[in-house]
């Protein structure tokens, strides 16, 4: 993929030290933290920093923690 000037300053800034140490996905079934889990694995390097922790994980109670 090839990217213009813009969106290289872009991930340029993204992926400096101000950027997040890691990334909790709270989600509602399984299927839906697998998704988040890969799907922004796959963005590290230009969404997120390429030493981000990212936790994707299903609530496993009844009505999770307020959030269903």
């Given at each position: ?23 909790i ?15 922004l694995?796959?963005g ?7 030493d ?9 109670w009844?009505?999770?923690?307020g959030?269903?």
């Amino acid at each position: 993929m090839e990217y213009d000037n813009v969106t290289l300053k872009n991930i340029a800034i993204m992926n400096q030290l101000n950027g997040f140490d890691v990334v909790i996905v709270c989600c509602s079934s399984l299927k839906q933290a697998s998704f988040w889990q890969s799907r922004l694995e796959q963005g590290k390097g230009s969404i997120i920093s390429t030493d981000c922790i990212v936790l994707a994980v299903e609530e496993d109670w009844p009505g999770g923690a307020g959030n269903g």
